[in-house]
């Protein structure tokens, strides 16, 4: 029903900033919330940042400050700006789409992009 699609990643050096794109198609963008989890080798999926289909932000504490989630409905797009990264942001970002309510459990999401690449090297 959703098809979602990132870009944006990419290697950066520490305190460097990547602006992340995921692109929806399919359904109708506005009726979903959205977030952005990253996954990096031998750790578990985690939640970054969501953004509710009225606005409501969450950010995980590892990135508040840091990062800022934003989303225009007119162009079908959910975007993360990250600013002044670390090496431990390093790691293979996902957004996804919902239509549930518990915005920072992964399984909440029915829809999935296929990741891009983030790496912060020190």
């Known amino acids: 029903q959703v098809q979602l699609v990132e870009s944006g990643g990419g290697l950066v050096q520490a305190g460097g900033s990547l602006r992340l794109s995921c692109a929806a198609s399919?359904?109708?963008?506005?009726?979903?919330?959205m977030g952005w989890f990253r996954q990096a080798p031998g750790k578990e999926r985690e939640f970054v940042a969501a953004?509710?289909?009225?606005?409501?932000?969450y950010y995980a504490d590892s990135v508040k400050g840091r990062f800022t989630i934003s989303r225009d409905n007119a162009k079908n797009t959910l975007y993360l700006q990250m600013n002044s990264l670390k090496p431990e942001d390093t790691a293979v970002y996902y957004c996804?789409?919902?239509?549930?309510?518990?915005?920072?459990?992964?399984?909440?999401?029915?829809?999935w992009g296929q990741g891009t690449q983030v790496t912060v090297s020190s």
């Open positions: 996804a789409a919902t239509d549930r309510i518990s915005l920072r459990v992964a399984s909440t999401y029915d829809y």
């Open positions: 953004i509710g289909r009225i606005g409501a932000i």
């Open positions: 399919g359904r109708t963008f506005s009726n979903y919330a």
